[in-house]
Structures are given as C-alpha cells and as structure tokens.
C-alpha cells in the first residue's frame, strides 16, 4: 500500500502554547481523509505544516513521498492549497486571479488563459470572469480560491475547512466540486468541523481533539463507536421526561440525556424509532416532539472523550496561539 | 509500506535564478495591474502630494520666503522626500493585508522563489513612488519651480529618491510583520513619519533659531540629509556628501529592519 500523506508525530509548540500534541495520520493514494475536530483541535496547524508553510517543532511528514521540511520545494510542486480564508486577491478578477497563479508556476501565458477559463467554467464562474474577486459572494470566493489551487493540476489537495461559514446550497456544491476531483484521482486531506461533511466526503476520518488523534477509521466504524443518530422526545407533560428517558435508554441501550425537558439518545438503528412511538403510548406518556437527527460533532466528541468540545474555551486558546505566533 | 512517489523525476530540486527572476516580475505585475481596476488608487497617490505642495507654497512661503516661488525651492524637494516616506507605509500596508487575506499562504505554498511576494510588491511599490514624484514635480513646476540643475541630475535625483525609499520600507514591513491588521501599519507610520519628516529641514530652510539640541538632531537626520542632497540635485548646491550620508543611513535602516522582519516573520507564521 502506498500513501500520499505520510506523517508521524507532528508537534508544534507557539510559546507556551502546544498546538499539536503528535500527530500521526497516513492518506493512502487518491483517497480522501477526513480530519474532523472543534475549533483550535489543531487541525490549520496539521494542514500548514503539511502545506510546508511552517515547520513542526518535532516529528516527520512525507507528502508525496518528500519530507515537508527538507525537500519543501518538491512538495510544493505536488500540492494545491485551500486555506480557511480564501486566499484570492480581492482586486484582481477571477480570470486574472488564476492567470496570475498559473505564470508563476511557469505555464505559458496562453495556456494559463486556457486554464483559468477552463477552471472558471467547471466552478460556474464564467459570468464573473472578468469581476473583481471583491464583488463576489461567499460562495464563489471559496470556489475561486479552489480553483486557484487547482491550476497547476496537483496530486494532493489540502481543504482546510472550505465550507465554514457558507450556507447550504454552496455547501452542496463545493460537496459536488470535491467528489469529482478524487474521480480524477487526487488524494484530498479534508479538515473540517461537521460530522456530516466528513461523512459525505471522505474514506477514512481521523478525528482529532487538543491537538491529538483521539480516534480514525471510516465514517462507518466511527458511527458503529459513538452512534450515528440521534433520537429525540419531549414529553408534553415535563414530569414524564424521566420515564421518556428510561423508556428509550433501555431501547437504544444507551445513556439518555435529559436537558430541559428534551430527552435524547444516540442509536444506530433507525427502525428503533417506531417502537419507541409504541413503548412510550403503552406507558401513557403523551409526545409533544419526536424526531430523529444526525449525531451532531459535540455528540460525537461526548462519546469519544466523555467531554464536549467545548468550542469557546478551544477558540480562546486558538486565538491565545495565534497571538502568541504574532508576538513572540 | 512505503510513501508513494510522485513523479520523481519531473521535479526540480530548487527555484533556479530565471525562474525566480520571472516570479517577481509577475508578482510586481500583480501589484501594479490593481490600478487598472482601481484606478482611484492613482489619485490617491497623486491627491495628498498635490495637496500638501499646493498648501505649503501658497501658506507657508510668504511667510518664511516673502514670496511662494522663493520658498518653492525649500519646500518642493522637502515635500517629494516626505512623501516618498509616507508612501514606503503601503509596502508594509499592502503585505499585511496579503498576510491578513490568506493570500500570502497561497503564494507560499507555490514552487516559487521564497523572496518573490516580497521584491515583487517592492518593485511594484518603487513604480508608484515614481509616479508620485513625477505628479508632485509636475505641480511644482506648473506653480513655479524651475529646475536649477540638467536632465541628469534630475534622473539622479529619482535614483536617490527611490533607492532610499527602497532601503526605508523595511521599517514598514518590519511593522507589517507585528501587527495584527493592515491599518495600524498606517497608524504606525503616521505616528513615526510626522515627526521624522517634520524634525528635519524638509520645509525650512535652516534651524537656526531652534534649540541647540533640537537643531543638532534635525541636521543630522536621514531627512535632512536626503533633503538636503535632493535639493542640490533639482535646484543647486552640495549633493554628494549629503547623499552618501542619507544612503548610509538607508542602507543602516535596512541592516536593521530586514533580519528583524524575517525573524518576526518565521514566529509569525
């Protein structure tokens, strides 16, 4: 088996701060690996020192088969990055903004035209061609800075959170935009917070937390772990959310949360939802609200480290990083 | 298990002089193809100069001179000076906003020259200081100013100007590189700017008057010296000496600010 992605105790100390704990994690070829955690897990760390745009502190990765640090250059001519802000120059127009790419990768003037046309129409972005990146939306800036990466036709891929902050239908569509690149074979490293779009996207899923793996495998043997949906009752009388709880705990076998009279447990098989309906009539607890919902990250993270993710006091610790980087 | 290998042999070990020479040039591109979309951005480099030339002769001159055109000699090459290092602030301002924006990491994460968004944003902000020396000689001579010296001597004068200039930005990358938000590079340099354009014989014609101490900082500040240098190229009088202390000066700056910089940018990043 080969891998594209290759690394093996990554850390990365700002100061005080220690952003990455050692990391390990293997991509194999032309596969998509999902890296799944809260704000401040670690995750643009992991992906800049495999972008060779910092160095770690210790460990090794081999992107490509080249060490980040050593053979850099070579790295970068196999790589394509998208960062969490979309890195295209907001003056320029989408065309020139790829032109401008594909010069300095030392593609012919004509043919990084070619390209930046063939790329603009692929992300449906012909109309706004020649429109200065500023009058973009959201969505198409993510799309133009995916298609900036793309120019020079790389092997590997790195997605560093390119949905958040975006709504639905433009989610849907990067989603589509990142299935037909790995048809082309590209093995993509995908960071990102939402469980679903680790879901959709990638074959295995790494899963990481305080800057450690905290579990990998597929999406599937994850869900299998912690649950992959969620239940939800709420009683109309408030007094009979305990035995709404004991009720669907023993259905689904697990540990019920109650929360404000909202009882929700995480089951792996939809069909259980229908007994539960039975189970809770025959008991004469009359439902105001059921429903059945994907298991949200925080969920996950409650099943694999007992704790929530915690996302204010992670950010607080990104930023504490990041200022740390900036002034140190 | 092994790592897979990628097209070993089409790779290049390293960024080869051509190659990186292209790069910049294609980044200065960058930097200076904006204007054609923006085209307010050369009248904002054009606006303040025209302002300040005009505000200074019409306020100052007869007050200091007797007249506007004797003190268009003083406070022309003054006023090109100053504004040179006001302008050396968009150096710093324009990569922090590249930094800010991510784009800075996408030119990084390119088989590029290493120092390429640099030069190139450098060359790009030398084209513009130019321009903005061209504008402010073109006010001086439509309200009076007359050349004292020839062509040459003109020319130097804007090789003098620009290589300063050139040595000088680095205080603002170096500002560019500890600041959080392309703004305060502004704020910064109008706090140091002022009073380094102003503690200097840019608008006046000696410091005699001033107090001793204060008197012997401004005689022997960067400022004066470029001033004084500018002046004996565009009107007449002693360059040489003049230059080659401003240039030291420069030159010293750069020593200063460029290792710091990169320091400040590597725990950055």
């Known amino acids: 088996m080969t891998y594209a992605i290759q690394a093996d105790g990554l850390v990365k100390r700002f100061g005080d701060t220690q952003a990455l704990a050692g990391v390990s994690l293997t ?59 979309a890195g295209v120059d907001e003056m320029l127009t989408g065309t020139e903004n790829l032109v401008l790419i594909g010069r300095l990768l030392g593609i012919p003037r004509r043919e990084s035209k070619a390209r930046a046309a063939e790329l603009l129409e692929r992300f449906q972005l012909t109309d706004a061609a020649e429109r200065a990146a500023k009058t973009y939306s959201g969505g198409m800036r993510r799309r ?3 298609a900036a ?102 259905l689904a076998d697990a540990d019920p949360e109650l929360r404000d009279g909202l009882v929700s447990v995480p089951i792996t098989d939809p069909g259980l939802m229908p007994v539960a309906v039975r189970r809770l ?35 607080a610790g990104e930023l504490a990083a990041d200022k740390e980087g900036a002034s140190a | 298990m092994t790592a897979a290998t990628f097209a070993p042999g089409e790779l290049s070990k390293r960024v080869s002089p051509g190659t990186a020479a292209r790069n910049v040039l294609t980044l200065a591109w960058r930097n200076l193809v904006q204007i054609k979309h923006n085209p307010m951005e050369l009248v904002d480099l054009s606006i303040q100069p025209i302002m300040f030339v005009l505000l200074f002769a019409y ?69 513009k200081q130019a321009w903005s020396m061209a504008i402010l000689l073109a006010v001086g001579f439509a309200i009076g100013f007359r050349l004292g010296t020839n062509v040459l001597a003109l020319l130097t004068a804007f090789v003098l100007l ?6 000088f930005s680095w205080t603002s990358v170096y500002i560019a590189m500890k600041v959080n938000e392309p703004e305060k590079v502004q704020i910064f340099g109008f706090v140091v700017i002022f009073p380094l354009s102003f503690l200097s014989t840019a608008f006046i014609p000696n410091t005699d008057g001033i107090p001793e101490w204060l008197a012997f900082c401004m005689d ?33 700056i750069a020593l200063v600010f460029a290792p710091l910089s990169l320091r400040a940018f590597k725990k950055r990043a």
Request: proline residues 5%; hydrophobic residues 45%; aromatic residues 4%.
């Open chain 2, 220 to 252: 022997n500040s960067p400022v004066t010296q470029l001033v004084t240098a500018m002046r004996g190229l565009l009107v007449g009088g002693p360059v040489l000496e003049h230059a080659l202390i401003a240039l030291a000066w420069g030159v010293g």
């Open chain 1, 281 to 315: 009539d025959d008991a004469g607890v009359a439902v105001g609200e059921l429903s059945l919902r994907k298991s949200s990250l925080d969920e996950v993270f409650f099943a694999l480290t007992g704790h929530h993710t915690d996302d204010i006091d992670a950010e």
């Open chain 2, 162 to 167: 620009l290589t300063f200039a050139v040595l």
């Open chain 1, 27 to 85: 991509a194999p070829a032309g596969a998509v690996l999902g890296v799944l955690g809260p704000n401040g897990a670690g995750k643009t760390t992991m992906t800049r020192i495999l972008a060779t745009l910092i160095e770690p502190t210790a460990g090794t990765a081999l992107v490509g088969g080249f060490d980040v640090v050593r053979e850099s250059h070579k790295v970068r001519q196999l790589i394509g990055l998208t960062g969490q802000y």
């Open chain 1, 144 to 146: 133009l800075d995916l």
């Open chain 1, 149 to 250: 990466s793309l120019v020079g036709r790389p092997q590997i891929l790195f997605l560093d959170e390119p949905t958040t902050g975006l709504d639905p239908r433009s989610r849907n569509g990067l989603w589509d935009i990142v299935r037909g690149l790995t048809d082309d074979g590209v093995t993509v490293l995908l960071t990102t917070q939402y469980l679903e779009e680790a879901d959709q996207l990638a074959d295995d899923i790494i899963v990481i937390d305080r800057g450690e793996v905290i579990a990998h495998g597929t999406s599937d043997m994850l869900k299998a772990q912690v649950g992959g949906q969620v239940l939800e009752v709420r009683p109309v009388e408030a007094a009979q959310a305990g035995t709404a709880a004991r009720i669907v705990g023993e």
């Open chain 2, 59 to 127: 306020v100052f001159g007869p007050a200091m001179k007797g007249s506007v055109e004797a003190y268009l000699p003083i406070v022309i090459p003054g006023i090109i000076a100053q504004n040179a290092l006001f302008a050396g602030m968009s150096t710093g301002f324009g990569l922090n906003t590249d930094i800010a924006k991510g784009v800075f990491d996408r030119f990084r994460s390119l088989p590029i020259a290493r120092s390429a968004p640099l030069a190139g944003r450098i060359i790009a902000d030398t084209a």
